[in-house]
């Protein structure tokens, strides 16, 4: 059976490129029917807060990514540990004692001496006496041995990789106040719980050299892995930088859709085209990871907005009648209201807005040359209440007593009784307005 996991480490808060790792892991598993695991890599205690786990949460209940069961590594410290004895019986662990400053030299000499900046392996080579020395003056760290061999997977984005392990320093797993590192602890779990597929970013597919071994070395079965390419700006630019702007509760804040932002990250990339999905089961349906390209893949923020407008003005009135409530439409108008402006919204958030100009009214828009014509027309407003028909009948009148036609006719009226100079047909929007000028 088909596990995933999505492993955030709750010292922030969720953005688009986690989100790109979340879906794409929760996708597989969905696809096959498999189990997917929201695992919270929280060894770090004091950059992990509650705070960022109850925003994780709530962000991904907020796009409909469900999870099967939660798992905290916090709680896993004691199988780290029995981990970690098995790995030092086998050998694999070893005690080191250099301290960053040591270890930067170290990396200073390889460098001048035209050799890579791989860990030397001193402390392998420690005595027992050497060690109590060592340990009287500071507490030691563990590294995992790497077997210095090729380490080869076939990436399901990426293709055939193959990384020299000799090329890779023996990785830290334990630190010397006995904080399990990532590397280690995920290596744990994804063999404890039976992981069989990581999609993640190419960021880690050094960790995932490592981890293949570490897992070998437990005994386990490593996953497929999968690594997709790094999100970068609409111009190729770091989004590093910029994903603190991109988190999800602020996109959600700008009133971008769930469903938009789904069906962005499940194609941004791939082959597929990006197009706006009816539902999640869509999406699920029609992920497929082989489409994805190993090149940088560029993320616009503004592609949410079109995927956004196109979902909201799809939706039906009872989908936005709870929100219609909400912000004061009555609910013999609410139906009414939806159907004559929703071609004019981008986000739900600019219903408030178009209720306040049928409620209030607007200031109104008056060029100077249009003066006397707008206050001779807004005096030839039929009496209430208006309908379908009002619209033509006044402007029918006024045309007859002033001769203006066209643009020059329709435009001033518009933005004299909505403010603006564009917005829903007229016909349609003029009996639901409660103010106009002239009429208080
Ligand atoms: N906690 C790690 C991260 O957020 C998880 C990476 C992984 O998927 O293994 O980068």
């Known amino acids: 059976m088909t596990v995933t996991r999505f492993a955030p480490s709750p010292t922030g808060y969720i953005h688009v490129g986690n989100l790109r790792t979340a879906l794409m892991n929760f996708l597989i598993a969905r696809k096959s ?26 962000d991904l209940e907020w796009l409909g990514i469900t999870w099967d069961r939660i798992e905290r590594q916090s709680a896993r410290l004691g199988r780290y540990e029995e981990a970690a004895e098995d790995l030092r019986a086998k050998g694999r662990f070893y005690e080191v004692f250099e301290t960053p400053l040591e270890l930067d030299l170290k990396r200073k000499k390889q460098l001048n001496m035209g050799k890579p900046p791989v860990y030397d392996r001193s402390g392998l080579h420690l005595s027992d006496a050497e060690k109590d020395a060592l340990r009287a003056e500071k507490p030691g760290y563990w590294r995992f041995l790497l077997d210095q061999e090729r380490i080869e997977w076939v990436d399901g984005i990426l293709g ?34 039976g992981i069989t597929h990581v999609v993640r970013g190419a960021d880690h597919v050094t960790n995932t050299a490592t981890q293949i071994q570490i897992i070998q070395a437990l005994g386990g079965k490593a996953p497929s ?47 597929q085209p990006v197009e706006l999905a009816g539902s999640i089961e869509e999406l699920i349906e029609g992920f497929d990871i082989s489409t994805f390209g190993a ?55 600019d219903l408030d807005g178009w209720w306040a100009l049928v409620r209030d009214g607007a200031e109104p828009m008056v060029a100077p040359e249009d003066e006397a014509f707008v206050a001779e027309a807004l005096a030839m407003l039929p009496p209430r209440p208006w309908g379908p028909e009002s619209w033509s009948e006044w402007t029918a009148a006024v045309k007859a007593a002033t001769g203006r036609k066209g643009r020059g006719l329709f435009m001033p009226l518009r933005r004299a009784l909505t403010g603006m100079d564009h917005g829903p047909e ?14 208080g």
């Open 426 to 439: 007229m016909a349609e929007l003029m009996p639901l307005l409660q103010k106009v000028p002239g009429q």
């Open 160 to 193: 055939p990789i193959s990384i020299d392990a000799a090329s890779v320093s023996d990785p830290v797993m334990i630190k010397a106040d006995g904080q399990v590192l990532y590397t280690f602890a995920s290596s744990v779990d994804d063999s404890d719980m």
């Open 225 to 271: 892995f999968a690594h997709h390419s790094l999100l970068t700006g609409p111009q190729g630019e770091a989004l590093s930088k910029r994903l603190g702007t991109l988190s999800l509760r602020d996109l959600r804040a700008q009133g971008i859709e769930p469903m938009a932002l789904l069906s962005l990250m499940a194609r941004l990339g791939s082959s």
């Open 33 to 58: 029917g498999g189990t997917f695991i929201l695992r919270l890599d929280d060894t770090d205690q004091e950059r992990s807060k509650q705070e960022y786990i109850d925003g994780i949460l709530q």
């Open 295 to 349: 090149a940088p893949t560029k993320f616009d923020a503004d592609d949410l907005k079109p995927l956004t407008r196109a979902y909201v003005q799809a939706l039906p009135f009872a989908a936005v009648a709870g929100r219609l409530a909400g912000i004061g439409v009555p609910e013999a108008q609410a139906e009414r209201f939806w159907e004559v402006v929703k071609g004019n919204i981008g986000v739900l958030g």
